[in-house]
Antibody, heavy 119, light 112 residues
Framework: QISLKESGPTLVKPTQTLTLTCTFS??????????VGWIRQPPGKALEWLAL???????RYSPSLESRLTITKDTSKNQVVLTMTNMDPVDTATYYC???????????WGQGTLVTVSS | DVVMTQSPLSLPVTLGQPASISCRSS???????????LNWFQQRPGQSPRRLIY???NRDSGVPDRFSGSGSGTDFTLKISRVEAEDVGVYYC?????????FGGGTKVEIK
């Protein structure tokens, strides 16, 4: 059974760097076609894709946020880490990780973690 | 980016009555492999999104058969044949054909 869980700080200050970890089970990022992505949702607003990491270490980023994002993996720990630099109050959101099982196949989400950006 | 436009924004429905949500994309969602990667997600209050439909019309395991998806190219629809109380929430379409993947703005389904 596949599961994912996000972890990281609940509060960061403006200009700081956010580091979030997605710890997953039930699949390996070493397996063909697998991937893990990050999505965020500001309070009361719609969903926005941030980044995606494929099993072959190919990385894709939202063009509008690419300069601030880095996604990496630790296959041995079953973790994917997202860093976002220069945090701003508008980045306040629930951040979710999501499992990719193949082309176009994004079915399972983590529970999400709320990150507030405030001084 | 592919823009996904959902309508309506809000959908008050009487229990037991049907509901329909539209999703239109700014460009075709037909992938080079011939598949159309259009998904529907349900987000109940306080929960993370749950996928209901993938590749336009395929229901995920455990999804009641009152939910159905249809459409092609740039025009898609999610239908609930008879709305139940547990269907309250926000519904999102998402295209996973083109990067960046993009979501519709959401449709809030509520009971009248």
């Amino acid at each position: 059974q596949i599961s994912l869980k996000e972890s990281g700080p609940t509060l960061v200050k403006p200009t700081q760097t956010l580091t979030l970890t997605c710890t997953f089970s039930g699949f390996s990022l070493g397996t063909n076609e697998m991937g893990v992505g990050w999505i965020r949702q500001p309070p009361g607003k719609a969903l926005e894709w941030l980044a995606l990491l494929y099993w072959n270490d190919v990385k894709r980023y939202s063009p509008s946020l690419e300069s601030r994002l880095t996604i990496t993996k630790d296959t041995s720990k079953n973790q994917v880490v997202l860093t976002m630099t220069n945090m701003d109050p508008v980045d306040t959101a629930t951040y979710y990780c999501i499992h990719r099982q193949g082309d176009g196949d994004y079915g399972l989400w983590g529970q999400g973690t709320l990150v507030t950006v405030s001084s | 980016d592919v823009v996904m436009t959902q309508s309506p924004l809000s959908l008050p429905v009487t229990l037991g009555q049907p509901a329909s949500i539209s999703c239109r994309s700014s460009q075709t969602l037909v992938h080079s492999d011939g598949n159309t990667f259009l998904n529907w997600f349900q987000q109940r209050p306080g929960q993370s999104p749950r996928r209901l439909i993938y590749k336009v019309s395929n229901r995920d395991s455990g999804v009641p058969d009152r939910f159905s998806g249809s459409g092609s190219g740039t025009d898609f629809t999610l239908k609930i044949s008879r709305v139940e109380a547990e269907d309250v929430g926000v519904y999102y379409c998402m295209q996973s054909t083109h990067w960046p993947l993009t979501f519709g703005g959401g449709t809030k389904v509520e009971i009248k």
